[in-house]
Nanobody
Framework: QVQLVESGGGLVQPGGSLRLSCAASGTIRRLYPMGWYRQAPGKQRELVAVIISGGITNYSDSVKGRFTISGDNAKNTVYLQMNSLTPEDTAVYYC?????WGQGTQVTVSS
């Protein structure tokens, strides 16, 4: 069984940046696909970004040009660099990998 542990959430002002990390542990034959979802209060969980394989990525339209997903195979870790954050990015961010979920990390964008 694979465990996913997120880190890097917190409170940031509008226009600021955060970097989330998700470390996978357990029996891992291949790291991808792996990515991030988010869930804002009262809303459904939605895809933010995913690494499908190698250099192939997919982003939600709402974060394109602001967020960047990347991975480190040696560390079994995926990152989400979030820039130009807005209050609409406030949500719990969940790491996802092939049906497994992390516990979530809160991101709050507020002045």
């Amino acid at each position: 069984q694979v465990q996913l542990v997120e880190s890097g959430g917190g409170l940031v002002q509008p226009g600021g940046s955060l970097r989330l990390s998700c470390a996978a542990s357990g029996t891992i034959r291949r790291l991808y696909p792996m990515g991030w979802y988010r869930q804002a209060p009262g809303k459904q969980r939605e895809l933010v970004a995913v690494i499908i394989s190698g250099g192939i990525t997919n982003y939600s339209d709402s974060v394109k040009g602001r967020f960047t997903i990347s991975g480190d195979n040696a560390k079994n870790t995926v990152y989400l660099q979030m820039n130009s954050l807005t209050p609409e990015d406030t949500a719990v961010y969940y790491c996802w990998r092939m049906g497994d979920w992390g516990q979530g990390t809160q991101v709050t964008v507020s002045s």
